[in-house]
């Protein structure tokens, strides 16, 4: 099994910043894209921005040039700074992770969710 836990977020005024971080721990052979997705209320859970094991990475539009993801992988951690944020940006933040694990016998890749941390954004 593989555990995600968020740090970070809280409550911030519109045209600040804010950081997330998320470390991954457990059975972990390889970890593959980490990323983040939000989700607020009333409305579908969506991507933010994810970063491959290469280290390439992919944003929403809503964030491009304001939020930057980012990834220790000595630490297993990826990390999201968050930039000139806005009342939209409210919502609960959710890391995610594809994680090759060794069960014993063979090799799995599945995907992981951490818990989730709130981000508020007031104007």
């Known amino acids: 099994q593989v555990q995600l836990v968020e740090s970070g977020g809280g409550l911030v005024q519109a045209g600040g910043s804010l950081s997330v971080s998320c470390a991954a721990s457990?059975?972990?052979?390889?970890?593959?894209?980490m990323g983040w997705y939000r989700q607020a209320p009333g409305k579908q859970r969506e991507l933010v921005a994810r970063i491959s094991s290469g280290d390439s990475t992919d944003y929403a539009d809503s964030v491009k040039g304001r939020f930057t993801i980012s990834r220790d992988n000595a630490k297993n951690t990826v990390y999201l700074q968050m930039n000139s944020l806005k009342p939209e940006d409210t919502a609960v933040y959710y890391c995610n992770s594809v994680v090759t694990s060794y069960t014993g016998r063979l090799y799995a890749t599945s995907e992981y969710w951490g818990r989730g941390t709130q981000v508020t954004v007031s104007s």
């Open positions: 457990g059975n972990i052979v390889t970890i593959n894209a």
